[in-house]
T-cell receptor, first 111, second 117 residues
Framework: SQQGEEDPQALSIQEGENATMNCSYK?????LQWYRQNSGRGLVHLIL?????REKHSGRLRVTLDTSKKSSSLLITASRAADTASYFC???????????FGAGTRLAVHP | NAGVTQTPKFQVLKTGQSMTLQCAQD?????MSWYRQDPGMGLRLIHY???????DQGEVPNGYNVSRSTTEDFPLRLLSAAPSQTSVYFC????????????????FGSGTRLTVV
């Protein structure tokens, strides 16, 4: 089964609301990254948190990491319609650059 | 603009045909990789390379070949296309190798949408 499993699979909110997405994984990790994919486009890197960090901020994004629970969350504050996309939790594990993707959370932000 | 360039953007193949998906990066990244994305799923690693002349298999390598003769280019070859290879293919690159405490982010190309009929 896949690691980096996101929850929920789909999320629908209004502009201005906060969006929270969760991710679970199964192995030890070097780091955990979140990517955004707009429909039909490539993936864009949002934020990376290292295995020895617990929380990280970047603009309206806040990521937490709990290695004891093998879980992470991505919070997008004050969401905008332009945030509508799929969000992927990606774990980097092992001695080589092996990224392991979950199926993603589809976020829809309505004006 | 610097980045990862994939060509073609769209391709339709007949079963049994062969073709090469091109990937080029101009960021002097050591690491390059190919993924496929099927509907409702995350990306799965096909092959990767940690430097010129070095390639290795990922999670779903069957039916695909790669080579890395230069740092910039990492083509993906479909030897005999099958309908099961209908997918969107993404190439990604990163500056350096992984490891504990690594902070590499990955740059993705815009994808190649392949249909095998």
């Amino acid at each position: 089964s896949q690691q980096g499993e996101e929850d929920p699979q789909a999320l629908s909110i209004q502009e201005g609301e906060n969006a929270t997405m969760n991710c679970s994984y199964k192995t030890s990790i070097n780091n955990l990254q979140w990517y955004r994919q707009n429909s039909g486009r490539g993936l864009v890197h949002l934020i990376l948190i290292r295995s020895n960090e617990r929380e990280k901020h970047s603009g309206r994004l806040r990521v937490t990491l709990d290695t004891s629970k093998k879980s992470s969350s991505l919070l997008i504050t004050a969401s905008r319609a332009a945030d509508t996309a799929s969000y992927f939790c990606v774990v980097e594990s092992g001695g080589y650059n092996k990224l392991i993707f979950g199926a993603g959370t589809r976020l829809a932000v309505h004006p | 603009n610097a980045g990862v360039t994939q060509t073609p953007k769209f391709q339709v193949l007949k079963t049994g045909q062969s073709m090469t998906l091109q990937c080029a990066q101009d960021m002097n990244h050591e690491y390059m990789s190919w993924y496929r994305q099927d509907p409702g799923m995350g990306l799965r690693l096909i092959h990767y390379s940690v430097g010129a002349g070095i390639t290795d298999q990922g999670e779903v390598p069957n039916g695909y070949n790669v080579s890395r003769s230069t740092t910039e280019d990492f083509p993906l070859r479909l030897l005999s296309a099958a309908p099961s290879q209908t997918s969107v293919y993404f190439c990604a690159s990163s500056y350096s190798r992984a490891g504990a405490g690594a902070t590499n982010s990955y740059t993705f190309g815009s994808g190649t949408r392949l249909t095998v009929v």
